[in-house]
Protein backbone atom coordinates (compact mmCIF):
# COMPACT_ATOMS: atom_id res chain seq x y z
CA UNK A 1 0.00 0.00 0.00
CA UNK A 2 1.68 3.66 -1.02
CA UNK A 3 0.99 6.34 1.37
CA UNK A 4 2.43 9.89 1.11
CA UNK A 5 2.13 12.33 3.73
CA UNK A 6 3.21 15.87 3.62
CA UNK A 7 4.39 17.69 6.21
CA UNK A 8 5.78 21.12 7.07
CA UNK A 9 3.64 24.18 5.90
CA UNK A 10 2.24 26.24 7.83
CA UNK A 11 2.06 30.44 7.94
CA UNK A 12 5.33 32.40 7.02
CA UNK A 13 5.81 36.17 5.28
CA UNK A 14 6.65 37.03 1.96
CA UNK A 15 10.20 36.86 1.24
CA UNK A 16 10.72 33.59 4.04
CA UNK A 17 11.03 30.51 3.10
CA UNK A 18 9.70 27.00 4.32
CA UNK A 19 10.45 23.52 3.46
CA UNK A 20 8.09 20.80 2.69
CA UNK A 21 8.60 17.07 3.51
CA UNK A 22 6.79 14.29 1.77
CA UNK A 23 7.46 10.97 3.78
CA UNK A 24 6.89 7.89 1.51
CA UNK A 25 5.81 4.49 2.24
CA UNK A 26 5.15 1.40 -0.78
CA UNK A 27 7.45 2.43 -2.67
CA UNK A 28 10.76 3.33 -3.13
CA UNK A 29 11.62 7.35 -4.22
CA UNK A 30 14.94 6.04 -5.67
CA UNK A 31 13.63 4.32 -8.63
CA UNK A 32 10.48 6.43 -8.92
CA UNK A 33 9.46 9.80 -10.30
CA UNK A 34 8.05 12.10 -7.60
CA UNK A 35 6.13 15.38 -8.37
CA UNK A 36 5.27 18.38 -5.97
CA UNK A 37 1.84 20.29 -7.14
CA UNK A 38 0.13 22.71 -5.87
CA UNK A 39 -3.74 24.18 -5.48
CA UNK A 40 -4.92 27.29 -5.14
CA UNK A 41 -8.73 28.05 -4.23
CA UNK A 42 -10.34 28.28 -6.99
CA UNK A 43 -7.31 27.06 -9.46
CA UNK A 44 -6.46 23.77 -11.16
CA UNK A 45 -4.20 21.80 -9.33
CA UNK A 46 -0.20 23.06 -10.91
CA UNK A 47 2.82 21.16 -11.30
CA UNK A 48 5.50 22.33 -9.13
CA UNK A 49 8.67 20.41 -9.53
CA UNK A 50 9.30 16.77 -10.18
CA UNK A 51 12.54 14.67 -9.94
CA UNK A 52 13.15 11.75 -11.92
CA UNK A 53 14.91 8.16 -10.63
CA UNK A 54 17.56 9.13 -12.25
CA UNK A 55 17.70 12.69 -10.28
CA UNK A 56 16.83 14.78 -13.01
CA UNK A 57 14.89 17.88 -11.79
CA UNK A 58 12.42 20.58 -13.47
CA UNK A 59 10.37 23.24 -12.66
CA UNK A 60 7.13 25.48 -13.17
CA UNK A 61 9.22 28.23 -15.19
CA UNK A 62 7.79 31.42 -12.68
CA UNK A 63 9.21 29.32 -9.64
CA UNK A 64 12.78 28.69 -11.40
CA UNK A 65 15.22 29.92 -8.86
CA UNK A 66 13.21 29.93 -5.69
CA UNK A 67 11.86 25.93 -5.24
CA UNK A 68 14.32 23.31 -5.00
CA UNK A 69 13.46 19.71 -5.04
CA UNK A 70 15.56 16.88 -3.88
CA UNK A 71 14.83 13.60 -1.48
CA UNK A 72 16.53 11.74 1.12
CA UNK A 73 17.02 8.08 0.46
CA UNK A 74 17.64 7.41 3.51
CA UNK A 75 14.53 8.09 4.85
CA UNK A 76 12.35 8.05 1.61
CA UNK A 77 11.58 11.30 1.64
CA UNK A 78 10.89 14.19 -1.08
CA UNK A 79 11.73 17.79 -0.20
CA UNK A 80 10.36 21.31 -1.54
CA UNK A 81 12.51 23.85 -0.02
CA UNK A 82 10.70 26.83 -1.23
CA UNK A 83 12.72 30.48 -0.83
CA UNK A 84 11.57 33.94 -1.44
CA UNK A 85 7.65 32.98 -1.26
CA UNK A 86 5.13 35.20 -2.30
CA UNK A 87 1.53 36.44 -2.20
CA UNK A 88 1.06 34.42 -5.29
CA UNK A 89 2.42 30.60 -3.65
CA UNK A 90 -0.12 30.46 -1.00
CA UNK A 91 -1.83 26.61 -2.21
CA UNK A 92 -2.67 23.49 -0.60
CA UNK A 93 0.43 21.41 -1.53
CA UNK A 94 0.87 17.92 -2.71
CA UNK A 95 3.07 15.31 -3.07
CA UNK A 96 2.90 12.56 -6.09
CA UNK A 97 4.66 9.40 -6.27
CA UNK A 98 5.62 7.02 -8.80
CA UNK A 99 4.33 8.98 -11.72
CA UNK A 100 6.25 10.01 -14.88
CA UNK A 101 9.20 12.31 -15.43
CA UNK A 102 9.64 14.09 -18.64
CA UNK A 103 12.00 16.53 -19.98
CA UNK A 104 9.29 19.39 -19.71
CA UNK A 105 6.83 17.94 -16.86
CA UNK A 106 5.69 15.23 -15.15
CA UNK A 107 2.14 12.98 -15.38
CA UNK A 108 1.01 12.25 -12.07
CA UNK A 109 -0.10 8.44 -11.07
CA UNK A 110 -3.38 7.93 -8.55
CA UNK A 111 -1.06 8.42 -5.63
CA UNK A 112 -1.12 11.53 -3.77
CA UNK A 113 -0.84 12.59 -0.34
CA UNK A 114 -3.12 14.36 1.31
CA UNK A 115 -1.63 17.65 1.32
CA UNK A 116 -0.10 20.38 3.39
CA UNK A 117 -1.46 24.16 3.98
CA UNK A 118 0.87 27.19 2.50
CA UNK A 119 0.18 30.87 3.64
CA UNK A 120 1.94 33.46 2.91
CA UNK A 121 1.51 36.92 4.44
CA UNK A 122 2.35 39.92 2.97
Known amino acids: QVQLVESGGGLVQAGGSLRLSCAVS????????MGWYRQAPGKQRELVAA???????NYADSLKGRFTISRDSAKNTVNLQMNSLKPEDPAVYYC????????????????WGQGTQVTVSS
Open 96 to 111: NAGGGYISDGYYPSVY
Open 51 to 57: ISSGGRT
Open 26 to 33: GITIDIND
